[in-house]
């Protein structure tokens, strides 16, 4: 597509449940990076894809946070027993090398009530 | 641990003036990129400017210009003749070549543009 592009734009879900958040970046980009963003603050980064691989997760906060890039294309960020403290804008960035500017999505706001 | 400090919370200026947004990094890297990114009302993240650290040139994009001082690590933004669109937070971004391109943030400046 021409941009990158995140699914659902607003997820609110209840403490306890797993929710799965999709980024589709820009076709042919190499590299895939997701960041978290809580309101008033910067994004910060929590893991990023070359191709399938992951190359860095040390930005996730727990082990109830998980990514996925099985075809080098889409990836899935799933958060596990969400809890409020997750709530946040989730968002997704590609680019096609590394330092060449990175393509932002939209973003996923996540509510955890 | 890099780091990246905005210590201008809050500015403002006036439509058609010049305005500079300061940045400062924390880096043992020699090579990296440095970013400014616009982040409007709307939530987008727009690329404003890029800087490759090892080109002593000054990167400009239109009305927006840099100024960089390596030796500082210092990296500040300058917008000239400010338009009511240029209304958004502005985030200031490092990338060491070594970590695979991930984007270290400052913490933003709101940049409001009076009438």
């Known amino acids: 597509g021409a941009g990158v592009s995140q699914s659902p734009r607003y997820k609110v879900t209840k403490r306890g449940q797993d929710v799965a958040l999709r980024c589709d970046p820009i076709s042919g980009h190499v590299s895939l990076y997701w960041y978290r963003q809580a309101l008033g603050q910067g994004p910060e980064f929590l893991t990023y894809?070359?191709?399938?691989?992951?190359?860095?997760k040390s930005g996730l906060p727990n082990d109830r946070f998980s990514a996925e890039r099985p075809e080098g294309s889409i990836s899935t960020l799933t958060i596990q027993r969400t809890e409020q403290r997750d709530s946040a804008m989730y968002r997704c960035?590609?680019?096609?090398?590394?330092?060449?500017?990175?393509?932002f999505g939209s973003g996923t706001r996540l509510t955890v009530v | 641990a890099q780091t990246v400090t905005q210590s201008q919370p809050e500015m403002s200026v006036q439509e058609a003036e010049t305005v500079t947004l300061s940045c400062t990094y924390d880096?043992?890297?020699?090579?990296?990129?440095l970013f400014w990114y616009k982040q409007p009302p709307s939530r987008q993240m727009i690329l404003v400017i890029r800087?490759?650290?090892?080109?002593?040139q000054n990167a400009t994009e239109n009305r927006f210009s840099v100024n960089f001082q390596k030796a500082a690590k210092s990296f500040s933004l300058k917008i000239s003749d400010s338009q009511l669109g240029d209304t958004a937070m502005y985030f200031c971004?490092?990338?060491?070549?070594?970590?695979?391109?991930?984007?270290?943030f400052g913490q933003g400046t709101e940049l409001s543009v009076k009438p």
């Open positions: 880096t043992s890297e020699n090579n990296y990129y």
């Open positions: 800087q490759e650290a090892y080109k002593q």
């Open positions: 894809f070359n191709y399938e691989a992951q190359q860095d």
């Open positions: 971004a490092s990338s060491p070549y070594n970590q695979g391109g991930k984007l270290i």
């Open positions: 960035a590609s680019s096609l090398i590394q330092g060449d500017g990175y393509t």
